[in-house]
């Protein structure tokens, strides 16, 4: 295989702008380098996540081939081993993988033994028409697959499948075939087995223009990319075969861990559980409470504190987002201009070399510019958010300081007005009190009775002290012979608006009784004499 060999030098000068390129690139705290170990890395780590995966087509590819292998082995019989030696080749010589090949030839074998050919035979003509479809798919430009169904469907009769690559294989042109072939006789209908042998003739007479054209071609890039591909696909049955007895055995003792598990593991598990359920259950609940009563209060606190700073976090958190995008930007902005001035400077183009070298100082100057603008909003939002913070943090403060002297000064308005309220309550009793003792119907109105007349009911007084009970008991003093008028009449004579004897009320409300009430009416008695 001939192998082509670029070799890339470049100018002390080139190496120079790269080196300031570097540099320019440092200082916005990434470099070229920098960047291969994250490509690296980042390869690395999905080619750890994704080595199950291509193990495991690997495997498959090998067990592929053990079952194509076994199913060519019974239908070739001793003719398989010249089958296995020319498939071995067939990766170069045609395009297609071992695999592939040995399935196409058993699949003819199969339909050809079945038709009544005979081993020997049908490995022969398989052989030749998986060739010929290689060919036909090379020279019409289709998929080699479907020339192989046309040409199955050809030697089973089927007409039309073959049209297409310009075979024609009628009735009567198999008739005429086989006639020069010397099958069959006159008078009699051709077997199925000479039916097949005339169609082969016919479809080899009519395709020789096609034929040997994947071997005319085979340095074109459509049939090296095919030659690629059977390559690797023989590259992965190689690796899967050598790894598919330690996958076999490691399948095998995972299938007998699994017969372990079910029967001895599972039954213990389930025992224990059954004996210890209650328990389990209550701890459950115990969890339950813990999570409704802990857990989802501080999952809502910090639901809420998120919910409440994030109006003044969110724009700090943005702006570091965009200089860590910018950043990267950059980075990439940079790559793919230096691939682009070294792909202009080795095919000679220096026109674009230099459009290239004016779009990195573009490009790094933006993010240079963009860099240093997010860095100056970063510490606006900090002060913003600090500022913020700060006055959340003296308002809720404020707040607290003006809810306790709000509660300490009603405290102190409870308190004086309480104690206001019971001097106001004492002084109303004592009131009230002493209207009870000057009440008509009661002891000091029996007292009164026996020192002085009583005008309730109107009368003529007989001279001195008597009580007049217009608004209370009052007290006055009439010279004899003088009229008391009852309430009625005062009523009717102050509504008529007649004149008459002045009544002088006095009220004995504002006088403050001391010591013992007894000995009180006793000296008012005795000022009435």
Request: charged share 20%.
């Amino acid at each position: 295989m001939n192998e082509v060999v670029i070799t890339i030098k470049g100018s002390d000068q080139f190496s120079s702008t790269a080196d300031k390129v570097n540099k320019s690139a440092t200082g916005m705290g990434s470099t070229l380098a920098s960047v291969g170990k994250i490509a690296g890395g980042f390869v690395l780590a999905q080619g750890l996540i994704k080595a199950p995966q291509v193990i495991g087509g690997f495997v498959d590819a090998a067990s592929d081939m053990n079952e194509t292998m076994s199913k060519s082995a019974i239908v070739f019989g001793d003719s398989n081993a010249a089958i296995l030696d020319w498939a071995n080749t067939s990766s170069t010589s045609m395009g297609l993988s071992k695999q592939k090949t040995l399935e196409a030839t058993s699949t003819f074998g199969n339909f050809l033994t079945a038709m009544g050919q005979t081993k020997p035979a049908a490995a022969d003509m398989s052989k030749a028409m998986v060739i010929l479809a290689n060919d036909l798919g090379s020279f019409n430009n289709v998929d080699p697959t479907e020339a192989l169904m046309a040409l199955r469907s050809g030697l089973a009769g089927e007409v039309e499948p073959m049209r297409r690559f310009g075979v024609a294989i009628d009735e009567a042109a198999v008739k005429t075939q086989a006639m020069k072939m010397g099958l069959g006789e006159a008078g009699r209908e051709l077997t199925q087995q000479e039916k097949i042998q005339a169609r082969y003739a016919l479809i080899l007479q009519q395709t020789t223009t096609a034929q040997g054209d994947f071997t005319r071609t085979q340095d074109g890039m459509a049939n090296q990319s095919k030659i690629l591909k059977a390559q690797w696909e023989d590259l992965k049955t190689q690796i899967g075969t050598a790894l598919l007895p330690v996958v076999l055995e490691l399948t095998k003792g995972l299938n007998s861990l699994a017969g372990t598990i079910i029967s001895d593991v599972v039954p213990v598990v389930k025992e224990w559980y059954e004996k210890h359920q209650p328990e389990i259950n209550a701890q459950m609940e115990e969890f339950k409470t813990v999570l409704r009563e802990d857990v989802m209060p501080a999952i809502e606190a910090l639901v809420e504190l998120f919910q409440t700073l994030w109006p003044i976090l969110g724009p700090l958190v943005e702006t570091v987002f965009k200089d860590m995008l910018n950043t990267i930007t950059t980075q990439l902005k940079v790559i793919a201009d230096v691939i682009k001035i070294v792909t202009a400077i080795i095919s000679g183009d220096w026109s674009g070399a230099w459009d290239g070298m004016k779009q990195l100082a573009v490009d790094v100057w933006d993010g240079i510019y963009t860099h240093i603008a997010l860095k100056v909003a970063l510490v606006r939002d900090v002060v913003v958010f600090g500022l913020t913070f700060a006055k959340n943090i003296a308002v809720a403060v404020m707040n607290e300081a003006r809810d306790g002297i709000t509660a300490a000064w009603q405290s102190i308005k409870d308190s004086v007005t309480g104690f206001i309220q019971d001097i106001i309550d004492k002084i109303q009793a004592l009131i009230d009190k002493a209207k009870d003792i000057a009440n008509i119907g009661g002891i000091p109105g029996k007292i009164f009775g026996k020192v002085m007349d009583q005008f309730a009911e109107g009368g003529v007084s007989s001279g001195g002290l008597a009580l007049v009970g217009e608004r209370g008991p009052e007290l006055v003093n009439l010279p004899g012979g003088s009229y008391v008028h009852s309430n009625a009449e005062s009523r009717q004579m102050a509504s008529a608006g007649g004149g008459g004897t002045t009544i002088i009320n006095v009220y004995p409300q504002n006088i403050i009784l001391q010591g013992d009430a007894q000995a009180g009416l006793a000296s008012m008695g005795g000022m009435f004499a």
